[in-house]
DNA sequence: ACAACTATACCGTCCAGATGGTATAGTCAA
DNA sequence: TTGACTATACCATCTGGACGGTATAGTTGT
């Protein structure tokens, strides 16, 4: 006979249960019946461990932030303590993510799901607050780091959806420019003026 | 006896059913029959003019598309043939789109129909394509427009999802840096060049 | 002018299938 | 004994879609 999972190992297998239905047949074809069939439990087990669909979700995309926050945490303690850090790990750690072909479809179906379930949103939505309050206190200018952020978020949304992408040169060519583009605006006394010509062009 | 609408003046009240029920209450409200109430026929009705939910769906992204394409030939015309006019008409029009607080759910909704409505994927793919297409023309080094392009994306994406959006006097200043950055590197024989100082830096 | 006809713009009803969720009774290994 | 399930039956609700029918507008032949 087999032995019986712990509880801790069907909750992973039920994530990736999940995931994998939604990057083979997205968030339409991503039933309770359908999850449990992937996980190879049944319908009463999976409602055993997650209460209702949305409990469901909410931990999913919990169980894909913790991973994305871990290899970010790896990537900035490589980077140090150097100003615009966080902002280069931030960087790396979403274009790491984006490439694996395997996810675009898998994530454009979680970004899908969180317009259905209200939690997973507001989990999205601090979890952002609180890479933005990072990218602030990194050291840069502030205005230029959030520019920066989203020529990242930009970039990811664009992998993602497949709207246009740049071909893996390209992209690459561009992320390098966002990377060496980190490293201007240091001070953050820095302070910006618009004009046709402003300061924090000539500081480059 | 009340007189017929002519067909295009449904049409048009339908679209903006689905708009509001979108912005109101999300995808998952979009029924056939919701949107019927919503436009005052009934669900025969609108059957009657679109044969299927997702021919609906596909003719709402037209729709809406449109609107934001005709805008964006107004704003083109106004920056006229300079180099990078048509960057900053795209800014331009995109900021226009995502400052209107109504407009921040309807387009996330949006967005999140693509996920499930396949045919609608493919017309702003194809919209993005063209987008890129003309960006590339725009006598601006290539890579930097994308990454402007990019910019601009992931503002939208940011206001779009509220993902720690910048508050406006904020979002004015960013949105001013990327125009400004629009009016460089408008030679297109600029080559850039990889190091810890490219050239493209020195350009400024 | 007018009847005959056609096309358009709907309405109201019905339906098979799927969904999330509940309830219950039982299994089985540690 | 208890935690971790399985298996099955069931329910209320909703969905897109198909259908037959109807009212009005416009066109055409005479």
Redesign the interface.
């Known amino acids: 006979m087999e032995q019986n999972r712990t509880s801790s190992q069907t909750r992973e297998s039920i994530f990736e249960a999940c995931s994998q239905i939604l990057r083979r047949e997205?968030?339409?074809n991503l039933t309770l019946q359908a999850v449990a069939n992937e996980a190879g439990i049944s319908k009463g087990g999976l409602l055993y461990h997650f209460e209702t669909k949305e409990a469901l979700i909410e931990a999913l995309f919990e169980y894909h932030n913790n991973k994305f926050e871990e290899r970010l945490e790896e990537l900035i303690a490589i980077e140090g303590e150097k100003p615009g850090a966080f902002l280069r790990a931030y960087a790396k750690a979403s274009v790491e993510q984006m490439t694996d072909p395997e996810n675009a479809s898998l994530y454009?179906?979680l970004?899908?799901a969180?317009?259905?379930y209200a939690s997973a949103?507001k989990l999205?939505?601090e979890k952002?607050?609180n890479?933005?309050r990072q990218i602030n206190q990194s050291g840069l200018d502030?205005?230029?780091a959030?520019?920066?952020?989203?020529?990242?978020?930009?970039?990811?949304?664009?992998e993602m959806?497949?709207?246009?992408p740049?071909d893996p040169e390209?992209r690459e060519?561009?992320v390098?420019?966002?990377l060496?583009?980190t490293?201007?605006f240091d001070n953050p006394g820095n302070k910006?003026e618009?004009s046709?010509n402003?300061k924090?062009?000539?500081n480059?």
Request: a positive charge.
């Open positions: 997205g968030l339409t454009a179906s970004f899908a969180e317009e259905k949103h999205m939505r952002y607050v890479w933005q502030p205005n230029w959030l520019l920066l952020r989203f020529a990242v978020d930009g970039l990811w949304f664009a959806h497949r709207y246009a740049p390209q060519k561009i390098q420019m966002i060496d583009l490293h201007h910006i618009h046709r402003p924090y062009l000539e480059l």
